[in-house]
């Protein structure tokens, strides 16, 4: 079982940045694939960004050179990078980790954008 805890979120300015975490625990991190995926209420949840065990990235298109996916396996953890934020990324974001044929999901953290 994977446990999987996100921080970081909160109110950006469009065109500012924010950097999101999410602490994994109770597996190998090392072979864990990890992807932050976002969802505005009444909305499907959409993927955002994934990086694999291999630290292979894949982006939504929305997000290609705004958002940076990486990955600590020292500090169990992986981050989105948010730059340029717009107000179209105004969502709840949250941490899926695959790992042993399953998904596991954190409780999600919050990105608002307003000026």
């Known amino acids: 079982q994977v446990h999987l805890v996100e921080s970081g979120g909160g109110l950006v300015r469009p065109g500012g940045s924010l950097r999101l975490s999410c602490e994994a625990s109770?597996?190998?991190?090392?072979?864990?694939?990890i992807a932050w995926y976002r969802q505005v209420p009444g909305t499907q949840r959409e993927m955002v960004a994934r990086?694999?065990?291999?630290?292979?990235?894949t982006y939504a298109e929305s997000v290609k050179g705004r958002f940076t996916i990486s990955r600590d396996h020292g500090k169990q953890s992986v981050y989105l990078q948010m730059t340029d934020v717009r107000p179209e990324d105004a969502a709840d974001y949250y941490c899926?980790?695959?790992?042993?044929?399953?998904?596991?999901w954190g409780q999600g953290t919050q990105v608002a954008v307003s000026t």
């Open positions: 109770g597996a190998r991190f090392a072979v864990v694939h």
């Open positions: 990086i694999s065990a291999g630290f292979e990235t």
């Open positions: 899926a980790a695959e790992y042993a044929g399953r998904t596991y």
